[in-house]
């Protein structure tokens, strides 16, 4: 199994300077528009989640999915002392499923500093494949200084594979990342 980040790592990274350089609503705003369901793989302590909140608005909802319980329940505070509990849905996830089931539609994902933990990437593609809705966009962004451009292209093979098809490369600080579209 590959290795996952223990919960309690996640504070190193996940404060209030890394805003200045990966704020979420900036990252995100030109994928999400109030009322989509958007999802967030790997969500963490939930920085990625507070903002895909905010950008769902009122009338939209975020799944927020984690293995970890510890970083549901760090996403859960988070979105409860931003008032933006009731936008959010909270999903354990296991080492080979993300507990989403078949039924679910997604608009917009995004998968962030977390396929390099996951031991089988074409699963993990085929079930974001199999809730996205036809031309929704996934995003994908692993840490560069943790993940060689190597392993992150077979990541980016895994997902085109799976049916995503290369729209762009965006530029996210400290990251390499991809724009796939569910075709």
Do not use: Y
């Amino acid at each position: 199994m590959a290795h996952v980040c223990p919960w309690w790592f996640v504070r190193s990274f996940d404060n209030p300077i890394r805003r200045r350089f990966q704020d979420p609503e900036q990252m995100f705003g030109t994928f999400v528009r109030p009322g989509m369901h958007v999802l967030d793989v790997g969500c963490g302590a939930g920085f990625n989640t507070e903002g895909l909140a905010r950008l769902v608005g009122p009338d939209g909802l975020v799944a927020a999915v984690d293995l970890q319980p510890r970083m549901l329940e760090m996403t859960k505070q988070r979105l409860e002392r931003g008032g933006l509990s009731a936008r959010a849905e909270l999903i354990q996830a296991s080492t080979h499923d993300l507990g989403l089931g078949t039924q679910r539609r997604f608009g917009f994902a995004v998968a962030f500093w977390m396929v390099h933990e996951v031991p089988d990437l074409d699963r993990l593609f085929e079930q974001l494949r199999s809730v996205l809705e036809d031309g929704a966009s996934l995003l994908v962004t692993e840490p560069k200084l943790h993940v060689r451009r190597h392993a992150f292209e077979v990541s980016v093979e895994a997902a085109i594979r799976a049916g995503f098809q290369l729209r762009d490369r965006p530029a996210i600080a400290l990251s390499r990342s991809v724009l796939l579209v569910r075709s």
